[in-house]
């Protein structure tokens, strides 16, 4: 239990650093907005990181479930009845929007990816606040 606390602690942060993110990139001076956006991403990549491998300990320690890779995690969600069928639904569009992200260089993709940064931030924060320690 002392893990996923820890983990659950560490998870917290990363949210806040994204949320600050989110409305810099939201409200920020149009000219910096490049700037603005690589953080975005960077920060939205490591709260997925955080948020996924949370809910591998959660499932591990919660459930004795061992599951290995984000799909895989976010599907025994849904299983368990942490997630709902449209949410793992999103969590899997996320999963596919966040390896994007660290495989390509595409302005216009980047853009689109961080367009739904904020709703992926509300997602994350939803599903861990019924998956608390």
């Known amino acids: 239990m002392e893990r996923l606390k ?3 602690e560490t998870l917290q942060k990363a949210y806040i650093a994204l949320s ?3 409305m810099l990139y939201e409200t920020g001076d149009r000219k910096y907005i490049i700037q603005f956006r690589g953080s975005l991403i960077q920060n939205f990549e490591i709260c997925f990181d955080l948020t996924w491998k949370y809910l591998k300990v959660y499932l591990s320690e919660m459930h004795g479930l061992e599951v ?3 799909k895989k995690v976010f ?3 849904k299983t368990q009845k942490i997630t709902t069928r449209a949410q793992t639904d999103k969590l899997l569009d996320m999963t596919s929007d ?3 992200t660290t495989h390509t260089y595409n302005e216009d993709l980047a853009d689109q990816i961080a367009a739904k940064i904020p709703e992926y931030y509300k997602l994350m924060v939803a ?3 019924k998956a608390k320690p």
């Open 98 to 100: 966040r390896n994007l």
């Open 75 to 77: 599907q025994e969600c």
């Open 6 to 8: 820890k983990s659950f």
């Open 20 to 22: 600050k993110d989110i």
């Open 68 to 70: 290995a890779s984000p």
């Open 127 to 129: 599903v861990i606040e």
